[in-house]
């Protein structure tokens, strides 16, 4: 495996690649002062040339910057699973995808390519989660809930049942979410309360 990005990110997928007995090849980066993380070299962005016989993971935090890597470049994408993490026998996950240890993703539920669900997050069933959507550490997402492309559910935050959250929208760490969220709206609070969307609306 390669990884594209190396920062705090990378170190933790490094470390599930290694619990999942997956060899990690080297990680490209585009600052070039980089030489070596965890252990591994560390390749200029500017001297990479991908190979077709190599699988990929995109190591970076920033939706947007995945998304971006990924529509920039045609690459073979891998994905990575903690060890620990529980998924239910009838759920997929996309390419590109990273979950990460004590994670639970149940039944029914359906991950989206490059999506990162994080430390001790929790997806339950019938859950459908769009691409390049990050799902933080202790973030409760009860059943039958869609999340749109590239949206960022904030730490410890949690949805209740049959919401529909859109695409790009930002939840605050520890908010509620009760209500449907249009796409392009930050969200925080308990209830969540919509403080602004991306024209400036609210």
């Given at each position: 495996?390669?990884?594209?990005?190396?920062?705090?990110?990378?170190k933790?997928?490094?470390?599930?690649?290694?619990?999942?007995?997956?060899?990690?090849?080297?990680?490209?980066?585009?600052?070039?002062?980089?030489?070596?993380?965890?252990?591994?070299?560390?390749?200029?962005?500017?001297?990479?040339?991908?190979?077709?016989?190599?699988?990929?993971?995109?190591?970076?935090?920033?939706?947007?910057?995945?998304?971006?890597?990924?529509?920039?470049?045609?690459?073979?994408?891998?994905w990575?699973?903690?060890?620990?993490?529980?998924?239910?026998?009838?759920?997929?996950?996309?390419?590109?995808?990273?979950?990460?240890?004590?994670?639970?993703?149940?039944?029914?539920?359906?991950?989206?390519?490059?999506?990162?669900?994080?430390?001790?997050?929790?997806?339950d069933?019938?859950?459908?989660?769009?691409?390049?959507?990050?799902?933080?550490?202790?973030?409760?997402?009860?059943?039958s809930?869609?999340?749109?492309?590239?949206?960022?559910?904030?730490?410890?935050?949690t949805?209740?049942?049959?919401?529909?959250?859109?695409?790009?929208?930002?939840?605050?760490?520890?908010?509620?979410?009760?209500?449907?969220?249009?796409?392009?709206?930050?969200?925080?609070?308990?209830?969540?309360?919509?403080?602004?969307?991306?024209?400036?609306?609210?």
């Open positions: 495996m390669i990884l594209i990005g190396a920062s705090g990110h990378a933790v997928i490094i470390d599930i690649l290694e619990k999942m007995d997956d060899e990690v090849a080297y990680l490209v980066d585009a600052n070039p002062e980089i030489k070596e993380l965890a252990g591994y070299e560390v390749i200029a962005d500017s001297t990479f040339e991908p190979s077709e016989d190599e699988e990929y993971i995109i190591s970076i935090g920033s939706n947007t910057i995945r998304k971006r890597i990924v529509e920039q470049r045609k690459l073979k994408f891998g990575a699973i903690h060890p620990t993490a529980i998924l239910g026998d009838d759920v997929s996950v996309g390419q590109g995808t990273v979950v990460m240890a004590g994670a639970i993703v149940n039944s029914s539920t359906q991950i989206g390519n490059h999506c990162i669900i994080n430390t001790s997050a929790s997806v069933h019938d859950c459908r989660i769009g691409d390049y959507v990050h799902i933080s550490p202790n973030a409760t997402l009860c059943g809930i869609e999340v749109g492309e590239g949206t960022q559910i904030g730490a410890g935050a949805v209740i049942p049959n919401i529909k959250i859109g695409k790009w929208v930002t939840v605050g760490a520890g908010a509620v979410i009760v209500r449907d969220v249009p796409d392009f709206s930050t969200i925080v609070g308990n209830p969540g309360r919509i403080i602004k969307t991306k024209n400036g609306e609210k």
